[in-house]
């Protein structure tokens, strides 16, 4: 914005200059050329005059004499003239003083046309203004072969010049200086609105969807304000409905998985009853229980971590905080699952920190699960406390020795339902589980992120303050359905 408006005042400064300067060349070249003219007219007439006054008399041919004393009766009649000189054919008869300004092309001009010239001559930087004219005698107008010439210095008329110039600068220099005036009353006043357009984006933005801007005349301003206007009210509508749609999708899978969970236990109880008893049936009834029984178990699972995402999404989750041995919780939560053995453990002991045992154990439990179902062992559970006990962090590390994540795929593998491999519709978990881990690090003030290490595989790490700082509510907004990798 600062850009444009220095743009703008450069303009509005150059065209007003650029005026002014015109102008005042106009006027300066109008003002010399009508000074210059009226005195050389004066001085021609008055020379040729003068000429013809002490001419009218002189004899045919006039000796020596009577050419001195025309050569000292011109220069007199003028009183800014240097001197005057007088020519018979190619020599010099009679001169007063300052004949150097007589150049050769002048005398030829004189004696080729016959007739008075006049010429402005610069000799040792000062200016003259040199005439000529042949001596014509007799009412017959006889060339007597003399010619005459006045040199008049233009000293005078040089500094009126520069007066002039001096007074063109004085003219242009206050006009330069209302120029950036105007130019920044112009400016602002042009860029006013586009100010008020930006903030108003930069609202919008931010999530003010109500910003409104007053239109004020009807100019292409004022119908781009208007465009803006009909924007905004447009996204305020469509973003409302989709915020309604979003809650009444979360409000729907919450129902539904809260009504699902008393058949599902039932369910869930006989097929556990009909994998006991697949020993004693026959054909296909066996493999179709234990089958049944898996199914129903991916099922329930599915329907807890709908339901706790729920809760996440309608802000009823709550931390119920205590001090704990993050090196002890960790070894608890995969010995829980069996996976005590089968993970590499650099766990220092005397890590403690304030936080949730059971969403902490939620977090672990996601993590390593993830790292043993798409990764490869060994997997390695490593701990660290950075910063002071109560401002500090403490960092836990989840890597297996797989392939890692496609680098395309990492910006999504905390998606809900999110599958790294098209092809793989069907997994063992819920494809909620690391976005439920995230969540639950959030609560916390913490964050999860995950890399591709330069050893392989992939790394996903959790970090966590010491003493939590669960993060404001979020304004609800519309997102995308979010999920587990890989």
Not at 264 to 283: D, P, R, Y
């Amino acid at each position: 914005m600062r850009g444009l408006r220095a743009r703008l005042v450069v303009v509005f400064v150059l065209l007003a200059g650029l005026s002014a300067l015109t102008a005042a060349g106009l006027v300066y070249r109008q003002s010399r050329d009508l000074m210059l003219t009226r005195t050389e007219w004066s001085v021609v007439n008055e020379f040729r005059l003068r000429v013809a006054s002490l001419t009218e008399n002189m004899q045919h041919p006039p000796d020596r004499a009577a050419l001195q004393r025309l050569a000292n009766g011109v220069a007199p009649a003028f009183l800014e003239a240097t001197g005057a000189a007088v020519y018979r054919g190619s020599g010099l008869i009679a001169s007063g003083d300052g004949t150097g300004p007589i150049t050769s092309a002048l005398r030829s001009s004189v004696a080729g046309r016959h007739r008075l010239v006049y010429q402005r001559v610069v000799s040792a930087g000062t200016p003259y203004l040199v005439v000529g004219t042949p001596v014509l005698l007799g009412r017959q107008r006889t060339p007597s072969g003399v010619e005459v010439y006045l040199v008049t210095p233009l000293e005078k008329e040089a500094a009126d010049q520069d007066a002039l110039v001096a007074a063109a600068w004085n003219g242009v220099l206050p006009v330069l200086a209302l120029a950036v005036l105007f130019a920044l009353l112009a400016a602002g006043g042009v860029l006013r609105p586009v100010r008020d357009l930006d903030r108003a984006a930069r609202r919008l933005g931010a999530g003010e969807l109500d910003t409104r801007l007053k239109v004020t005349g009807g100019d292409e301003l004022a119908r781009l304000v208007k465009t803006f206007n009909a924007t905004a009210a447009a996204l305020e509508a469509n973003v409302s409905e989709l915020r309604e749609m979003e809650v009444r999708a979360r409000r729907f899978a919450a129902d539904v998985s809260h009504e699902l969970r008393t058949p599902l236990a039932s369910i869930l109880a006989m097929a556990e009853m009909f994998e006991e008893e697949a020993g004693h049936l026959e054909g296909d009834l066996a493999q179709a229980a234990r089958l049944l029984n898996l199914e129903v178990g991916r099922l329930v699972r599915l329907v807890e971590d709908l339901m706790e995402i729920s809760r996440f999404d309608a802000g009823a989750v709550r931390l119920i905080l205590d001090d704990v041995d993050v090196a002890q919780a960790i070894r608890g939560c995969l010995r829980t699952r069996g996976w005590n053995d089968s993970a590499v453990l650099d766990l220092p002991p005397g890590v403690r920190i304030r936080m949730d045992p059971r969403r902490f154990d939620v977090i672990v439990a996601n993590l390593v699960g993830n790292a043993f179902r798409h990764g490869a062992p060994p997997v390695t559970v490593r701990l660290r406390a950075d910063g002071p006990r109560d401002t500090g962090h403490v960092v836990i590390e989840v890597q297996d020795a797989g392939p890692g994540v496609d680098p395309d795929l990492l910006p999504h593998v905390f998606d809900r339902f999110f599958k790294a491999d098209a092809a793989r519709a069907r997994s063992d978990g819920s494809g909620l589980g690391l976005a439920i881990a995230l969540e639950n690090a959030r609560l916390h003030g913490g964050s999860i992120d995950v890399a591709n290490p330069p050893g392989g595989g992939a790394l996903f790490r959790i970090t966590l303050p010491r003493r939590p700082t669960p993060p404001a509510a979020r304004p609800e907004t519309f997102s995308p359905p979010r999920a587990e990798p890989r």
